[in-house]
């Protein structure tokens, strides 16, 4: 389950806010520090304990940063244009796959939710989200469980069809299920109510916010300016 590590080296959720839709900017932006932006997000990951994740990112990404752009693509054969778009598709949303990544492994959902009221988002925006941010760390544990009884019961992947139908038809299931235990849940305590709520947690700003801010921001726009 994902915890909200309330430490000196984890910025609050609105900091990782800001940063994810900075970071939206640069799949249409050609950003000549996203490699820099890269060992940014992989030291942070690090730092909070997700060391192996941080290395995996870096290698991937060092990995995509040498494929060629869409004007030496088109040069070669069909398949190998449409396998290295793919991989430059891929580039193209790393940095806001990473910077959401950070978000959600490093925040707890009361903190993200704590983070929405601070920031007076909607009613209609917040409520899916709160559902969203529950929903999917439920997904994946009941993933693994279903995944952990196949091996059980001697299940494997040769024959993929089978495997996919005997795991593919539990999750439809199970997430029909944990979508409506959530909503019910997040009723229950009284979530849609617009009267001013105590939180348990306290989001506040502390001196890694700033550094993580001032990080991206620096080499958001000086990216930008090496580009013209």
Known sequence: MLTYKNSKVNPNPISKFIVLIL???TVTKLIYTEILMVFVFCIFFFINDYK???IKSLLIFLILYYIPNFEIILKFPFLVKIFLGFLLLIRMFYLPYLAGSFLVRTSDVSSI???FGMLKV????SIPLAVMFRFFPS???EHYNIKTAMKIRGISKKNI???LEYVFVPLIIVSTNLADDISKAAECKAISNPCKKTRYFEVK???VDFIYLAMFVILFFGGILCSK
Not at 122 to 125: A, G, K, L, S, W
């Open 113 to 115: 939710i704590t983070s």
């Open 23 to 25: 970071m939206s900017f």
């Open 52 to 54: 192996k994740f941080a």
């Open 205 to 207: 700003f502390k001196l």
């Open 161 to 163: 069809i089978k495997y």
């Open 139 to 141: 997904f994946k544990e």
């Open 122 to 125: 909607p009613r209609e925006i």
